[in-house]
């Protein structure tokens, strides 16, 4: 069933008590619709309490410790209480995140690796900085979180990590968005960390096979775009075309 605006405002305008009703339908609800409708009137009671020890905020921190003592919660549940904290974007739940970041479900983890990328402060960078090193990054938008949250930080490399990531990732879709950025990248050694992508004799990396074609012709193509003398001497250099 769809939820109107009218039904959200009065939602809304109850406060705490219909706060404890919106968790109870997160966590029973079978419909996408309305787990995410629910997600979003959670995370703005949260938001409007002028209190950190406000009602509702008590109710979800009560909630997050039942979940702490508790593994029969289907992915999506956490993933949707995760999403509540990144709309928040409330450091006092930055424990929380911490928790997720250790869960035996892949997918939660991943979750939890884009929540902490999008909070604010230094607890949450050096959160961050932690988690990627243990966390496997599964999606673009996770990559780009990643990066977005730590491009000002002096102790990230995004070269050498971008670099790693296209030699020892397992998904071909995170491969590409780190060749990507890489090849955006006005910089001498993000071409050079290019090098063996763009060329086709390249061999083995360890025990990994040629790079696929589709990173090598969006290398390419990513350099054609910017048209510097950098990326034009990339591209000359291997004899590329980069309109493959």
């Known amino acids: 069933a769809e939820v109107s605006r009218a039904s959200r405002e009065v939602l809304l305008h109850l406060g705490p008590s219909a706060g ?56 999506y549940y956490l993933r949707n209480l995760l999403l509540v904290i990144r709309k928040i974007g409330d450091e006092g739940f930055l424990e929380w995140i911490g928790r997720f970041l250790a869960s035996e479900d892949a997918r939660v983890r ?24 243990d966390v496997e990054l599964a999606t673009p938008d996770a990559l780009d979180a990643v990066c977005s949250a730590l491009q ?19 998904m071909e879709p995170v491969r590409l968005a780190a060749v990507i950025r890489l090849a955006t990248m ?6 050079d960390r290019l090098a063996p992508i763009l060329n086709r004799k390249r061999g083995l990396i360890g025990r990994k096979p040629y790079y696929p074609e ?31």
Do not use: Y
């Open 186 to 191: 006005d910089d001498d050694d993000a071409v």
């Open 110 to 133: 991943q979750e939890a690796l884009v929540a902490c990328a999008q909070m604010k402060g230094d607890a949450a960078r050096d959160m961050l900085k932690s988690a990627i090193v």
């Open 20 to 75: 404890d009703l919106l968790l109870a339908e997160l966590k029973r609800s079978r419909n996408p619709e309305i787990r995410m409708v629910s997600v979003d009137l959670i995370a703005q009671l949260l938001s409007q309490e002028q209190s950190a020890g406000g009602t509702f905020t008590r109710s979800f921190r009560s909630l997050l410790l039942e979940i702490e003592h508790a593994d029969d919660h289907p992915w």
């Open 152 to 170: 000002d930080d002096p102790e990230f490399d995004p070269i050498a990590f971008l670099a790693g990531l296209i030699d020892r990732s397992p």
């Open 214 to 244: 589709p990173l090598r012709e969006a290398a390419a193509r990513e350099l054609a775009r910017r048209d510097t003398p950098l990326a034009q001497r990339a591209l000359r250099d291997l004899a590329l075309d980069p309109s493959e």
